[in-house]
């Protein structure tokens, strides 16, 4: 099965911890993305990579950070300066220009 | 400021009936829309573009720029439409704009 994936499905995490996502392409896409998809929200950008090495804050990157060190991986990492984590959070990828992005099935994040 | 509206959070039709989820944009300049959609324990996935003119499964969106709308339609509503959707926007292959911006979402639901 190809594509894009996350993992963990669920991720558990105790306030005033760091902890990272992960998000894997197959697709050989240069561009991925991360959202944050809250209800009544949509979907909140968070950050995003046109290329490997090089990243750009999105909309709510405070509290985020990522990196992109390889072509099919990129992982966000939620710092405990994140004031609200607990979300579901979405990572996409697509080739070029976002004419079309590829979405992953998701990680829901719960801050006990 | 780029923006993506979509006024109604919840849109429930009868089985045959027509349907019209409406969705609104600003852009300074000419955008590419898409509509997304996510059906229940399934990942996000484009629908339709309006570059492509197409029809999938059964739905068809115009874009008014005069209006800067871009309402997603369909004749007749079938149970298996149930599912969120969402109104989203890029600059086009002509600008440098990299990100897509995605409104709040609307749930259609479909009663038999």
């Known amino acids: 099965d190809g594509g894009i994936t996350q993992s963990p499905k669920y991720l558990f995490r105790k306030e005033g911890q760091n902890v990272t996502l992960s998000c894997e392409q197959n697709?050989?896409?240069?561009?991925m993305y991360w959202y944050r998809q809250d209800p009544g929200q949509g979907l909140r950008l968070i950050y995003y990579s046109q290329i490997v090495n090089d990243f750009q804050k999105g909309d709510i990157a405070e509290g985020y950070s990522v990196s992109r060190e390889k072509k099919e991986s990129f992982p966000l990492t939620v710092t405990s300066a994140q004031k609200n984590p607990t979300a579901f959070y979405l990572c996409?990828?697509?080739?070029?220009?976002?004419?079309?992005?590829?979405f992953g099935p998701g990680t829901r994040l719960t801050v006990l | 400021a780029q923006r993506v509206t979509q006024p109604e959070k919840l849109l429930s039709v009868f089985k045959g009936a027509p349907v019209e989820l409406k969705c609104n944009y600003s852009y300074s300049g000419s955008p590419e829309l898409f509509w997304y959609v996510q059906y229940s324990r399934q990942r996000l996935q484009l629908l339709l573009r309006?570059?492509s003119r197409e029809s999938i499964k059964g739905f068809t969106a115009d874009l008014n720029k005069g209006e800067t709308s871009f309402h997603l339609k369909k004749p007749f509503a079938q149970e298996e439409d149930s599912a969120m959707y969402y109104c989203?926007?890029?600059?086009?292959?002509?600008?440098?704009?990299?990100?897509?911006?995605f409104g709040p979402g609307t749930s259609l639901s479909v009663i038999p």
């Open positions: 996409a990828s697509s080739s070029g220009h976002p004419f079309e992005q590829f």
């Open positions: 989203a926007l890029s600059g086009n292959r002509e600008t440098s704009y990299d990100k897509v911006i």
């Open positions: 697709l050989n896409h240069d561009a």
């Open positions: 309006h570059i």
